[in-house]
DNA sequence: TAATACGTACAGAATTTACTGTACAAAATA
DNA sequence: TATTTTGTACAGTAAATTCTGTACGTATTA
């Protein structure tokens, strides 16, 4: 039938595009694809029946929904009288957005910072001895300084991720109303 | 020597946090190094020292830093008398941020959306015939729902990447004085 | 103009990442 | 309790990415 040939050939393209997409999350292509299979569905979906829509092992389907999951852009849901496991995608994609920033990036940002800080303290003890040579206190000054400045950038950072997750970002750039 | 050592620890042990970070941006590990070390790096590099400092061959350090310049967070710079290529950190973090979002997000959501829009182009002109089956028209239009959804969260990432790009972003959250 | 030096394209090697199939633990059914 | 079903751990395989060395075009020096 002609018609549901145009419908599928637009999914798809529009799949492809979401998948191809996604790798700015840090996600892999087939767990692109996975959730450009979700993002049409109009239902709860199966690993088996994700296996058999992309035509991939149930073993791929379960690590990329765990990845998926675990940026909360998937959901489990629970059906009365359904055994199997359903997901389905996270429809607010705002908050979806604002969970990437607060999942990833706080994480890396914290984890980066605390090296820094860690490294400062060293620095700092060192120069701390009034007898050490001239020419290390100056490097050691250097890269001190270096790394206030990092450190304060990281601040910055962490300050917008604070304004998406309690959602005041959206203050200052708005969600543009429904036209009803 | 005992405070070098101290230094040069400290220094490395950044380097590898710096590195492990800028897998956030989309960049290769040693590309991640390269960076650290050119954070550290008091005077512009040549592609010769930096496979020198990394062990790694003069072709890795030409694309590493290639994919650096390609996201602004790496400059070459000219210096008098100096036959080979200098490389250094571009020191504008913020900048550098800002300009990761807007080359890379916005690249990547204009060609999504793009998609979307075509794909909905598409839709419309399916319900626009007026004797297509029921079924059909009501798949359509629900897809023709999601895209819309769909594009106007697009819409509202670029108003962010513009506050981004025009750097208004800072009005609302601010780099915070510096103390003298 | 000839000779040397520099950076990168390209192809192949090495490493990493992604995918599959089997096996098994946990939970549901009979 | 025995049987079946479901999801995932794990090991091996396939694929993709990253790295290296050679070769070569371009630019600089002699």
């Not at 920033?101 to 980066?112: D, Q, V």
């Not at 962490?158 to 005041?168: G, H, P, V």
Request: with cysteine; net charge negative.
């Amino acid at each position: 039938m002609k018609e549901n040939e145009i419908l599928e050939r637009t999914r798809t393209m529009v799949i492809d595009a979401i998948a191809q997409n996604m790798n700015l999350y840090g996600i892999t292509p087939s767990a692109g694809r996975l959730y450009g299979l979700l993002f049409f569905s109009d239902k709860p979906l199966t690993l088996d029946e994700m296996k058999e829509e992309l035509g991939m092992s149930k073993t791929s389907m379960s690590t990329s929904v765990r990845s998926l999951l675990d940026l909360n852009m998937v959901e489990k849901v629970w059906v009365k009288g359904e055994r199997k496991d359903l997901y389905t995608i996270k429809e607010d994609w705002y908050q979806c957005f604002f969970d990437f920033f607060t999942i990833k990036w706080r994480t890396a940002i914290t984890m980066n910072s605390s090296a820094m800080e860690k490294s400062m303290a060293n620095l700092k003890e060192l120069i701390a001895d009034p007898n050490i040579p001239e020419d290390i206190r100056e490097h050691a000054l250097m890269d001190i300084k270096k790394l206030e400045e990092r450190i304060d950038y990281y601040d910055w950072q962490n300050r917008l991720i604070d304004s998406f997750e309690t959602k005041e970002i959206l203050n200052f750039i708005p969600i543009k109303d429904k036209k009803e």
